[in-house]
């Protein structure tokens, strides 16, 4: 079956910290695996876009890594600021067919960053 | 640029009432469209998709159903509201082919059914 299991479900951290998400999952066939952030009330807006054999890829202060033989990602934020406080979505997409791909969505991590 | 609006932003309506959700798409042709239901504490959850106009794909059986009157344009409805129906929509586009893999989402429409 395929899923997209994020963790944790909820983070609350401080102003300036780092700090990681996870994100496993089943999808397969593999075709890229996507982070998406979404402000409350707002609809996702990409981060970042990973394939089968990228292993890390950034954007700002935002790095996405992935191991695709354990099938896990993760999303380091370096020295977070206020407004990083969103739900960050993990999507794996697969190939149905040639004509249109379809996206595995996980449940998204809740970060709050606190002054 | 490709823009991407849905409107209206936020809508209360009670049970038994009907529904009409738009969004349109800017800047491209012959987009792929997408409609997901996000419900508080839940996953995005695919509702339907199109290919082409008047081309409409089920994802999952519910109260709702999605038109696409318009290449750029993508209708969700349904005739009896349930409480059930409550969530937050989200229409998205992609590109054809390989592009599909990359979705790019609209602001949402917040729905209550009282």
């Known amino acids: 079956k395929n899923q997209v299991e994020q963790s944790p479900q909820s983070l609350i951290i401080l102003e300036g910290k780092n700090c990681t998400l996870q994100c496993n999952y089943t999808v397969s066939p593999f075709s890229n695996l996507r982070w998406y952030k979404q402000d409350t009330g707002r609809g996702p807006v990409s981060l970042t876009i990973?394939?089968?054999?990228?292993n890390t890829k950034s954007n700002g202060r935002y790095t996405a890594t992935l191991d695709a033989d354990t099938k896990q990602s993760s999303l380091h934020i370096t020295a977070s600021q206020l407004s990083d406080s969103a739900s960050y979505i993990c999507?794996?997409?697969?190939?149905?067919?040639?004509?249109?791909?379809?996206?595995?969505f996980g449940r998204g991590t809740q970060l709050t960053v606190w002054p | 640029s490709q823009t991407i609006h849905q409107w209206p932003a936020t809508l209360v309506q009670p049970v038994g009432s009907p529904l009409s959700l738009e969004c349109t798409v800017e800047?491209?042709?012959?987009?792929?469209l997408y409609w997901y239901r996000q419900a508080a504490g839940r996953g995005l959850q695919l509702l339907f998709y199109s290919v082409g106009i008047g081309q409409i794909s089920s994802e999952v059986p519910q109260n709702l159903s999605a038109s696409r009157p318009q290449d750029r344009q993508f209708i969700l409805s349904s005739k009896k509201l349930l409480l059930s129906d409550s969530g937050f929509y989200l229409c998205a586009w992609s590109g054809t082919g390989a592009a599909t893999d990359t979705q790019y989402f609209g602001p949402g429409t917040r729905l209550t059914v009282l």
């Open positions: 990973m394939t089968f054999s990228e």
């Open positions: 800047g491209t042709s012959n987009p792929n």
């Open positions: 999507v794996v997409s697969v190939r149905r067919g040639s004509t249109l791909g379809r996206l595995y």
